[in-house]
């Protein structure tokens, strides 16, 4: 059940609208191939069906929504093969990030940043599903970022949707594997060591690992 968005706030509707459905989709509430009712979204979150298209048009755009012969949009459903073209695709987004920031003369703003959301990781409970998948995507991100490369951050963004309906995918318990900490902090301590070709290959590995688990 989604919880109405009574208040405005400080975010217009159609961003409250698009986070509630991105929550829901990534904790599992709404699960793959369930269809988008607009009559009842828009019901439940108390607001405009043009605020609710809105939001669904970009959570397609993101890669979470998929539309059939008609335009009716459902929560995309996601195969073995394409989680393991979705993860090689990012280990090498984020093999070349870790090797960019090894080569910085100095690295520790952009160490500082990344150890900072790697601390992250660590506050949501374990039952907290859609908290820890966002602590750990923030991880990721912030690594992708801390590059300076904004072309690899544009990237790795267009694909942030596909990796959380990979997550989804597995379910939870084989999704929170992959979030356990120390996994993220040998990717810190390589990018410390300063070996970009060994940081690289333990992201991919890490990658390679996280599939694995994903797909069972």
Known sequence: MLPPLAELGRLSLREQALAALRRAISSGSIQPGTRMVEADLSTQLGISRGTLREAMR??????????????????????????????????????LAVRTICGFGDREPALAAVRTALEGMSAPTQEQIAERIEAD?????????????????????????????????????????NMDVDRHREIVDAIEAGDGDEAARVLREHMHEAATTLIG
């Open 58 to 95: 970009q959570l397609q755009q993101d890669g979470l929504l998929e539309a059939d012969a008609r335009g009716r949009l459902s929560v995309r459903q996601i195969g073995h093969a394409e989680i393991v073209d979705i993860f090689l695709v990012r280990g090498a987004l984020e093999a």
């Open 137 to 177: 995507l923030d991880f990721h991100r912030t690594l992708v970022r801390a590059s300076g490369n904004g072309t690899l951050l544009h990237q790795w963004t267009q694909l942030e949707g596909s990796i959380r309906m990979s997550i989804m995918f597995a379910g939870a318990e084989r999704a929170l594997r």
